[in-house]
């Protein structure tokens, strides 16, 4: 059975800094995904970024980063130059297989302020 | 434009009464799924579908129905057996199979029991 642990049930930033969200997961799996999704007041899921457990190169989409840890099975997320439309709840999932389910965290809710 | 919709945004179920919610895709994906979301958790699947004609269950199926009759519809039945339908439902699609197994998500449904 796979495990998503978000350990930080609320957390805060200043516009324009840097902060990091923590992840832990656990699978018996070697070939894995990772991802992060954010769900602003509206309630859409949407997808934040990707990481393919096979590679090492961490993931980057703009503002947003990874830190994958594979052997201490760690998947942070790191948010730079944070905005007012960061604010959101986080999830972190994980997903082990072809069209299987992904397994989610309880989700971090991220406040960005002024 | 490609995408995922749901209908409706709001649903209202009476004691005793079956509703069903509707899923659409254009994204040309194989498989679909529906999540349920409680608050302060995550997501929690339901039934998936890799297929057409063909579908499984997920972690939470008591209480839900799903018909895969098209490629491009998912709908999901909440059965009178379902004790606390109240929640928000999302359904998801994905590819399979491919180097890209992402699942993209709707913009969910509130179902509220009178």
């Known amino acids: 059975a796979q495990t998503v642990t978000q350990s930080q049930p609320e957390m805060s930033v200043q516009e324009a800094e840097t902060v990091t969200l923590s992840c832990t997961y656990d699978t018996s799996e070697n070939n894995y995904y990772l991802f992060w999704y954010k769900q602003p007041p509206s309630r859409q899921m949407i997808l934040v970024i990707r990481q393919e457990a096979y590679k090492q190169q961490n993931a980057t989409e703009n503002r947003f980063s990874v830190n994958f840890q594979k052997a201490a099975k760690s998947f942070s997320l790191k948010i730079s130059d944070s905005q007012l439309g960061d604010t959101a709840m986080y999830f972190c999932?994980?997903?082990?297989?072809?069209?299987?389910?992904?397994?989610f965290g309880t989700g971090t809710r991220l406040q960005v302020t002024l | 434009d490609g995408g995922i919709t749901q209908s409706p945004k709001y649903l209202f179920r009476k004691e005793g009464q079956n509703v069903t919610l509707s899923c659409e895709q254009n994204l040309n994906h194989d498989a679909m799924y529906w999540y349920r979301q409680d608050p302060g958790q995550g997501l929690r699947l339901i039934y998936y579908s890799q297929i057409v004609n063909d579908f499984q269950k997920g972690d939470i199926a008591e209480g839900y129905s799903v018909s895969r009759e098209k490629k491009e519809s998912f709908p999901l039945t909440v059965t009178s057996a379902q004790k606390n339908p109240t929640a928000f439902y999302l359904c998801a699609s994905s590819g399979t199979g491919t180097s890209d197994e992402t699942q993209y998500f709707g913009p969910g449904t509130r179902l509220l029991v009178l």
């Open positions: 999932a994980l997903n082990t297989g072809t069209a299987s389910k992904l397994t």
